[in-house]
């Protein structure tokens, strides 16, 4: 039984590595071109976004609570920020500082309903969730804004350094 029980446990650990070995694997046998410089950048292009989500979410899953709501945070805030730059004509550089006093409002009421009131995080979360992308969706009309977006705050995303884009050197960092 303990040897089983180690076998597992070592199984366990190296499920994840492995399995990403063998897609590594299976996909350069597939392709020829999977280890190209052009796909290798449109792999972290598509990855800044969700590591960068995991790395926040990481600290809440490691106290063993639950959140639900970082998507809908994700969505609120760039809903705010192209809204600010967009209809309202303020200074990109402006409109991402107003992301600070934001997240510590959401953050803050959240923390305070699962800590002081003693709410459970997971249906704090999903309500909290639920609201936010309602004020989103009321804030854009459910429309998406791509208009009169200055072109500085695009070139963040769209120009390279090193030959790579900026938002990979952002999610290094």
Aim: glycine letters at 10%; proline letters at 4%; one cysteine or more.
């Amino acid at each position: 039984p303990k040897l089983r029980a180690n076998a597992s446990a070592t199984f366990g650990r190296f499920v994840l590595p492995g399995s990403l070995i063998a897609m590594i694997v299976i996909f350069s046998l597939m392709t020829s071109n999977f280890y190209s410089g052009t796909n290798i950048q449109n792999i972290l292009d598509q990855a800044v976004v969700p590591l960068l989500l995991a790395c926040g979410v990481t600290f809440v899953l490691s106290v063993g609570e639950f959140d639900l709501a970082f998507t809908a945070i994700l969505g609120l805030a760039a809903a705010v920020v192209v809204e600010l730059m967009a209809n309202v004509g303020v200074h990109w550089s402006v409109a991402v500082l107003t992301l600070v006093p934001l997240g510590l409002v959401v953050g803050g009421v959240v923390g305070l309903l699962v800590t002081v009131g003693r709410a459970s995080s997971f249906i704090i979360t999903l309500a909290v969730g639920s609201a936010l992308t309602g004020i989103e969706l009321a804030i854009t009309g459910n429309q998406t804004i791509y208009q009169n977006i200055p072109p500085e705050f695009t070139a963040l995303t769209s120009n390279r350094f090193l030959g790579l884009h900026l938002p990979v050197w952002f999610a290094l960092v």
